[in-house]
């Protein structure tokens, strides 16, 4: 590990060297590439560097004690050798996540999909619930939400809604939310009073690049239509909705929320390849199926991983046994306990994982 961290850290000092070179300012692609690959090492430079300065206190606070004969000074510097002793251990672990090999799409924006599943309207309503608990988590971290498709029920429920956070590091938090969640509680329909059980689906996909996917024209039908559903003035008037047929997946998507014919274009292809890009990630995480057992988030989108309880107030995630008795808060977008406790389950996995090799 050690040798890797040298490594790396000659290769910051080259970076920093680089980027203040004329001709590297002057090059915003070549600029653009030094600077994330700078930010990317920044934390790990960081780290390895208070590490060695943590072992350096060490050797010194061994050999003054060897050397110190005042019984107060010999206390201080137990003291100091105790406290970066403990700080060496935590950094170790620090510095063995950061070296984890890294999700490519980490960085990514991402485009989720929720349907409402088994459960009819009580589905529908709390499909609207799970997008609206996303949406406020994404105003949180100052990211952008667009919508891309909405099939909305009347009583303020939704059957479908497709939908991109663009913002840094999206999908490196998102991809957890990806499975099946559910929510257990009495309908205001059900007179009885009887706790009714419903599924949402959720599926996290990175946005992809042309670069990512390649699409065939020959593989495509394109077919523009007159919007359906609540519109406004201009979007049912006009031929500006497109559906994309894709022949060899049999992917079909749809998209209508915008005036614009071509706008509305863009955003379904933008879909396609997101759908198209997911199917390959999912293959490659199958060719390595005992790698996928291992971690949290990229796992099949049929696992239950959430139950929402009313009555009890509660919200457990069945993959790593938490439970949180504040539905109310988490449904209003306070979601990142559970993420962060997703991400140190995921890293501990890998850990382990690594370990064994």
């Excluded at 700078?38 to 780290?47: E, F, K, R, T, W």
């Excluded at 599943?117 to 997008?131: N, R, T």
């Excluded at 919508?147 to 939908?163: H, L, Q």
């Excluded at 077919?223 to 031929?239: E, F, H, L, P, Y």
């Amino acid at each position: 590990m050690f040798d890797k961290l040298d490594d790396l850290l000659l290769r910051y000092e080259d970076l920093m060297n680089e980027l203040n070179e004329p001709s590297v300012v002057n090059d915003q692609e070549r600029f653009r590439r030094l600077m994330k690959e700078q930010s990317d090492l920044q934390p790990i430079v960081d780290a390895y560097k208070e590490y060695k300065k943590c072992k350096e206190t060490v050797e010194e606070s061994l050999q003054m004690l060897e050397e110190e004969n005042d019984e107060e000074m010999r206390e201080m510097l137990k003291e100091e050798l105790s406290g970066a002793k403990a700080r060496i251990e935590e950094l170790e672990h620090t510095l063995k996540v950061l070296l984890l090999p890294k999700d490519p799409n980490d960085d990514k924006n991402v485009i989720v999909e929720i349907r409402a599943g088994a459960g009819g309207d009580e589905a529908a309503l709390f499909a609207a619930e799970i997008y609206r608990m996303y949406v406020h988590y994404a105003e949180s971290r100052r990211w952008k939400v667009e919508v891309m498709e909405a099939d909305e029920i009347g009583i303020g429920g939704m059957k479908s809604v497709t939908f991109m956070i663009q913002g840094q590091g999206a999908y490196s938090v998102m991809k957890y939310e990806s499975g099946v969640h559910r929510v257990q509680r009495v309908p205001e329909t059900e007179s009885g009073g009887r706790i009714h059980t419903s599924t949402v689906t959720v599926a996290v996909m990175p946005e992809a690049e042309e670069v990512d996917v390649q699409i065939d024209e020959k593989d495509i039908r394109i077919d523009v239509m007159r919007a359906s559903g609540n519109g406004g003035q201009c979007v049912n008037t006009t031929d500006s909705a497109v559906r994309l047929t894709h022949y060899p997946t049999g992917i079909v998507v749809y998209s209508q929320t915008e005036k614009s014919q071509l706008q509305n274009k863009a955003k379904a292809f933008a879909l396609l390849r997101a759908k198209l890009y997911d199917i390959k990630c999912q293959k490659a995480h199958d060719a390595e199926a005992e790698a996928r057992r291992s971690q949290i988030g990229t796992g099949d989108r049929s696992e239950k991983i959430r139950t929402y309880n009313f009555p009890q107030g509660r919200v457990t995630d069945h993959r790593i046994g938490l439970t949180l008795y504040k539905l109310d808060k988490i449904l209003n977008g306070d979601i990142q306990e559970i993420i962060d406790a997703c991400i140190a389950a995921d890293q501990a996995a890998k850990l382990a994982k690594m370990n064994e090799e």
